[in-house]
Structures are given as structure tokens and as C-alpha cells.
């Protein structure tokens, strides 16, 4: 994915997102937020067109996380170190590539969830599930909508992020099961129909208190449902939201949504935690430059000399629940199963790979990146960009199929499970991006 500092540092992290315009969005540089009312398309009191959305295209757009990047040290064979965060180990894989900066670079450490896979340890994390009801103020700012998450919130938990169903890499959940297709060859095998044995990365799923997000006029749009309630979706403003999400200040306050689930204890430094939305999506200054589904990150808060004074990294990300019919191929978990993925292979958003590139054959959209951003590598494809996925609750889900550390790797043949380079639906990536691409993907001289 492109990197920008729309947030408060350039830190690396990952986000789903679907763009109107991909050469457009990837092109833009912060913009400053102007009113959505002044704009075609829009009425007074920012309601838009149900249909606002139906030439949306999938694309992906970069952000930096909240808080500041101190440059955390990594030692092989066991985690970050110099952070208070969740379990992680760090290893590396070689291959010749070019750095950010253009510099031949051979060896790319990288740091993942959970134990080294040599272990054959299972690690739990506890992954608090947020409700965030959106409040969309009006001119006088009283609240006069408000977009409530609570009737998909079970149909998430129920979902294959956090349930665990059967993958050809065994029993588990979606993202542990990715990790687990990656590394097939190394890990302690235990029995693959046993979601209690073996090297695994649970999710143990912990709904918390409903936080809310007020948005004010003119910061926003919206779609009414056909009987006038609210509402198909809502677009919200990135810098907007990112305010109203994010603590400004440290030690943090309960003025913003983390900063308040922080102080009540629903978000920890050993939690991944989800703030989830229904049908909230973001734009970039103007509703046409829409829309991010979803991003991960972390909320970097100072030490105290109860952890020793090392900086708290609270492991984020941001998803929204998707209405079918909205985006072509993207529903339901879409957005959060992407983002739980690349959580799970880059959780601090500081894995850097060889520059790579992702093209579709038919529509001509690529993708050039230089991180292990699994879920990035196939949102540009129009073939085969999701795996449904039917539940014992009777629904089916849609989860975004990623990339495996082999194909970032230029591993040939893949050294994954099978030989792929794709999760779960083996055949959405048959090749590897070209080699030695240098910055922004020129193929080398």
C-alpha cells in the first residue's frame, strides 16, 4: 500500500479501502476538509443518494498510526524489544530488493503475532470488540442520526475472524489460519482437526462497552434507508474521524473513543482490539474520494514505572461492518478479516519488503508497495478478491483472500502450504510480483 502522514506520525500501517477513483486517490496529498454541503450531490442536511456509492471500485490508501515512532529495536528468536504490547516474535527471510530510500537491501527482519512457530506454542489474545454508534450532528449540534453497530455485532463475532472453522491449514480461526498456511513446513504439527494443539494465534473475542463518535455538520453524508431511517451508510471525513478516534493528548482523557475505552480498560497493550462500525466508511477532503473500509494501527501512549517506562503500543484497527450490495465483491467481514490479517503478519506496521507489484489482468488497477501487507496484494484483483466462507450460524462470509510471506519473500517454489502463495483461495495468486523493482516499482537497468 502508499504510505502518507495523514496521521500524526508516518508510521507504517495497513488499510482496506475501496476508491471511487484509484488513479485519483493514490495521486492525492493530504487535503484539508472543506463542507460537504457545498458539493453536487449533496442536500442541505448532507443526505445523499442511496446509490451514492454504486461505481465504487476496491483500492487501497495508506495511513500512519497515532503516536510516535521511536525506532523500537527487534532481537531474532523473541520479540520487539523496548515496547509494552502484545505477544510478537521476529525472524527475517533474504532476498535481493531495494529499501524505501532506493539502497540494495538482502536481509528483511520482520516481526509477527504470537511465539516463533519452532515453538509449537498456542498464544491467546484477548480481542475486545468495541461498538461505536455513530452520532451525526446537525447545525445546532444536536445528535440527528445515529448509525448503531449492535445489530451485526454478533454476526461478527459468529464470523470466521473470531469463530473457528475448517482451512485446509487446519481448525482455527481466519487469520491463524493464514499464518499457519505460511508456516506449514516449520511448525510443531499437531492434530490439524484440533484447534487445541499445535502452534496457534487465537482471538478470544470480548464485546465491550458501546462508545459513541460525534461527528459534527458538515463533516459527513449520508445515505437514508428506504423507509427514511437511518442508514445505508455514512461517509465521515479521515482527518474528522481520526480526531474524534484518536487521544490527542497524554496522558489520554475520555474525550475521544480509544482514549475512553484506555481509561476504562477495555483496550489494554495486550490486547488487539476492534473498533467496529456499521456501514462507516472514511473519505479523503471530499466525499468523492472515498472510501477507506478499514485501517490498522496503534495507539503509542508513554510508560510509567509500573511497566518499567517503556512506551504502551495498544493494537488497533478500525473495520467496518459492509451491507452486500454497496461495493462490488466487498461484504460483511471483508474489511475487518483484511485488517485482522495484516494485524497478524505486521501488528506494529513496520515490516518492509522488497518493493512489489500487484496488477489485475483485466481492469489494469495495480498495487505498488514495499511492506507485508497480506490483504493489500489481492484488493487491487477483480479475480477471486474474496473466499465465502459458510458459519454454523447458517450465514455465509466473505473473507478477503491475502497474500503469504512466500510471495513477499520471492520464494520460488512457495515454501507455504501447497506451494501457494494465496489464502485460502489457492489459485488468486499463481506468480510473483516482478524482482528487483526499485522505488515505486522501476524495474531495474
Known amino acids: 500500500m502508499k504510505h502518507s502522514s495523514l496521521l500524526r506520525t508516518a508510521s507504517r500501517v495497513a488499510i482496506a479501502a475501496i476508491m471511487l477513483s484509484a488513479a485519483q486517490i493514490i495521486a492525492v496529498a493530504p487535503v484539508a476538509a472543506q463542507s460537504t454541503l457545498n458539493l453536487a450531490g449533496v442536500n442541505p442536511d448532507g443526505s445523499v443518494s442511496a446509490d451514492f456509492l454504486k461505481n465504487a471500485a476496491t483500492r487501497v490508501v495508506g495511513m500512519g498510526s497515532k503516536g510516535k515512532n521511536d525506532g523500537h529495536k527487534s532481537s531474532l528468536n523473541s520479540g520487539v524489544a523496548g515496547i509494552d504490547s502484545i505477544t510478537n516474535f521476529v525472524s527475517q527471510f533474504s532476498t535481493p530488493g531495494f529499501d524505501p530510500n532506493g539502497n540494495p537491501q538482502s536481509v528483511w527482519p520482520f516481526s509477527m503475532v504470537g511465539r516463533a512457530p519452532q515453538t509449537g506454542i498456542q498464544t491467546n489474545f484477548r480481542a475486545p470488540i468495541i461498538p461505536v454508534i455513530l452520532d451525526l450532528l446537525d447545525k445546532n449540534g444536536n445528535v440527528a442520526h445515529s448509525v448503531d453497530p449492535a445489530p451485526v455485532v454478533h454476526l461478527v463475532v459468529q464470523s470466521p475472524v473470531f469463530t473457528p472453522a475448517q482451512w485446509f491449514s487446519g481448525f482455527g480461526q481466519f487469520p491463524d489460519a493464514g499464518l499457519r498456511a505460511t508456516f506449514h513446513s516449520v511448525i510443531s504439527q499437531g492434530d490439524d482437526d484440533d484447534s487445541d494443539s499445535g502452534w496457534h494465534n487465537t482471538l478470544v473475542p470480548q464485546v465491550k462497552t458501546t462508545r459513541h463518535m460525534r461527528i459534527p455538520f458538515g463533516e459527513y453524508v449520508f445515505a437514508l434507508n428506504t423507509d427514511g431511517t437511518c442508514c445505508v451508510f455514512a461517509l465521515v471525513d479521515l482527518n474528522t474521524f481520526q480526531n474524534a478516534l484518536f487521544p490527542a493528548t497524554s496522558p489520554v482523557d475520555d474525550s475521544t473513543v480509544i482514549g475512553a475505552a484506555e481509561l476504562a480498560g477495555d483496550m489494554t497493550t495486550r490486547d488487539i482490539t476492534t473498533l467496529l462500525f456499521n456501514n462507516v466508511y472514511l473519505f479523503q477532503g471530499t466525499p468523492a474520494n472515498c472510501c477507506i473500509l478499514g485501517f490498522h494501527s496503534f495507539d503509542q501512549e ?19 461492518w459492509i451491507s452486500n450490495g454497496l461495493f462490488t465483491n466487498f461484504e460483511d467481514v471483508t474489511a475487518i478479516s483484511h485488517e485482522m490479517a495484516e494485524t497478524f503478519n505486521d501488528p506494529f506496521g513496520n515490516n518492509i519488503t522488497p518493493w512489489w507489484l500487484a496488477k489485475d489482468p483485466v481492469t489494469g488497477n495495480s498495487n505498488c508497495q514495499d511492506n507485508l501487507e497480506v490483504g493489500d496484494v489481492v484488493e487491487v484483483l477483480s479475480s477471486n478478491p474474496v473466499f465465502a466462507k459458510q458459519m454454523p450460524n447458517g450465514h455465509t462470509y466473505h473473507p478477503q483472500n491475502i497474500a503469504l510471506l512466500p510471495w513477499f519473500a520471492f520464494r520460488s517454489p512457495s515454501t507455504a502450504q501447497h506451494h501457494a502463495y494465496s489464502f485460502p483461495d489457492e489459485t488468486t495468486l ?12 522501476v524495474a531495474s537497468p
Open 302 to 320: 508513554p510508560g510509567d514505572a509500573r511497566n518499567g517506562n517503556l512506551p504502551k503500543l495498544f493494537v488497533m484497527n478500525y473495520s467496518s
Open 430 to 441: 499463481t506468480a510473483l510480483s516482478p524482482a528487483n523493482l526499485q522505488v515505486n516499482c
